[in-house]
């Protein structure tokens, strides 16, 4: 395959095309070149454009996922040849991000994820069922602007609460921000426990970008 243009690279996004975003990939990396610019043009222009499409209404919560989907299978195989990527494009923050111990709902954070990611933001992504002690121990190895905790079910959302609470009994409050999500949580939750809140993908990168400007 020859190198893909960047309208091939960001409709395969658009289209959730997680196959045909991943031969783009592995056709971008063969051929060498800046690949850091043709990612933004192509692959996260992509993703871009789904969120536009999602706040705009002509694109739905499955359209966003699976164009998320093809964003990752992308990004799966153009990082390893960035040599991990962190330090090879310029990063708005740094982000720990993961769904609380617990819960084991991991779609929606992946997508907040994925999104921060193409906006800029380095993204240490723990999964789901994270145990406290783990945000707060990689926030402190990576040196995290942002600490982002997704739950997804009323009995796991005090979990947020003992995260903001640890992340002060770090030593991490003045340099870490804590962002929350998942349906069942509110603005109103998130100021109650000191904590930011994003009630969707899209919203989540408004809210980092700002944290990360305080």
């Given at each position: 395959?020859?190198?893909?243009?960047?309208?091939?690279?960001?409709q395969?996004?658009?289209?959730?095309?997680?196959?045909?975003?991943?031969?783009?990939a592995?056709?971008?990396?063969?051929?060498?070149?800046?690949?850091?610019?043709?990612?933004?043009?192509?692959f996260?222009?992509?993703?871009?454009?789904?969120?536009?499409?999602?706040?705009e209404?002509?694109?739905?919560?499955?359209?966003?996922?699976?164009?998320a989907?093809?964003?990752k299978?992308?990004?799966?195989?153009?990082?390893?040849a960035?040599g991990g990527?962190?330090?090879?494009?310029?990063?708005?923050?740094?982000?720990?991000?993961?769904?609380?111990?617990?819960?084991?709902?991991d779609?929606?954070?992946?997508?907040?994820?994925?999104m921060?990611?193409a906006?800029?933001?380095?993204?240490?992504?723990l999964g789901?069922?994270?145990?406290?002690?783990d945000?707060?121990?990689?926030?402190?190895?990576?040196?995290?602007?942002?600490v982002?905790?997704?739950?997804?079910?009323?009995?796991?959302?005090?979990?947020?609460?003992?995260?903001?609470?640890?992340?002060?009994?770090?030593g991490?409050?003045?340099?870490?921000?804590?962002?929350v999500?998942?349906?069942?949580?509110?603005?109103?939750?998130?100021?109650s426990?000191?904590?930011a809140?994003?009630?969707?993908?899209?919203?989540?990168?408004?809210?980092?970008?700002?944290?990360v400007?305080?």
């Amino acid at each position: 395959m020859s190198r893909p243009d960047d309208s091939e690279m960001m409709q395969a996004v658009l289209d959730g095309d997680a196959a045909r975003s991943r031969a783009l990939a592995e056709a971008l990396v063969a051929d060498g070149g800046d690949l850091v610019a043709a990612v933004e043009r192509g692959f996260v222009a992509g993703i871009r454009r789904a969120g536009d499409l999602f706040e705009e209404g002509d694109y739905f919560l499955p359209e966003l996922v699976q164009s998320a989907e093809a964003m990752k299978a992308a990004m799966a195989v153009v990082t390893p040849a960035l040599g991990g990527g962190a330090g090879s494009r310029t990063t708005k923050g740094r982000v720990v991000i993961g769904t609380v111990q617990g819960d084991v709902h991991d779609i929606g954070k992946t997508l907040v994820a994925t999104m921060l990611q193409a906006h800029g933001f380095e993204v240490h992504d723990l999964g789901a069922d994270v145990p406290v002690a783990d945000f707060v121990a990689r926030a402190r190895a990576v040196a995290a602007d942002i600490v982002a905790a997704s739950a997804l079910l009323t009995t796991t959302m005090p979990a947020q609460r003992e995260l903001v609470g640890a992340v002060a009994a770090a030593g991490l409050a003045s340099s870490v921000k804590v962002m929350v999500g998942g349906s069942p949580t509110t603005t109103a939750w998130a100021q109650s426990i000191g904590a930011a809140h994003a009630e969707n993908a899209m919203r989540a990168v408004a809210v980092a970008e700002s944290l990360v400007r305080r």
